[in-house]
Nanobody, 117 residues
Framework: QVQLVESGGGLVQAGGSLRLSCAASGSIYRVYVMGWYCQAPGKQRELVASITSGGSTTYADSVKGRFTISRDNAKNTVYLQMDSLKPEDTAVYYC???????????WGKGTLVTVSS
């Protein structure tokens, strides 16, 4: 069984920074794409950033230049460095990973990020 556990959320003032981490554990033999999604109150979950096992990245337009996604393949861990945070970044952030098969996706339980103005 595979689990994703996020950490690093919290309360920060506008302009501040946070670093999210997500570690995958369990019966893992291959990790493909890893990514971060966010869901604000009353809104749908949406992609923030993703990264392939080779290091290719994708970002939502709203976070380009402010957020950086990275991963440590040896630790099956993905990170999201969030800089220049804005109140509109407030959301629950979920880790997602494609593990052991191209059709097998797993979600973490989410970590809350709150940005005060």
């Amino acid at each position: 069984q595979v689990q994703l556990v996020e950490s690093g959320g919290g309360l920060v003032q506008a302009g501040g920074s946070l670093r999210l981490s997500c570690a995958a554990s369990g019966s893992i033999y291959r990790v493909y794409v890893m990514g971060w999604y966010c869901q604000a109150p009353g809104k749908q979950r949406e992609l923030v950033a993703s990264i392939t096992s080779g290091g290719s990245t994708t970002y939502a337009d709203s976070v380009k230049g402010r957020f950086t996604i990275s991963r440590d393949n040896a630790k099956n861990t993905v990170y999201l460095q969030m800089d220049s945070l804005k109140p509109e970044d407030t959301a629950v952030y979920y880790c997602n990973a494609q593990i052991n098969g191209l059709h097998m996706f797993y979600w973490g339980k989410g970590t809350l990020v709150t940005v005060s103005s």
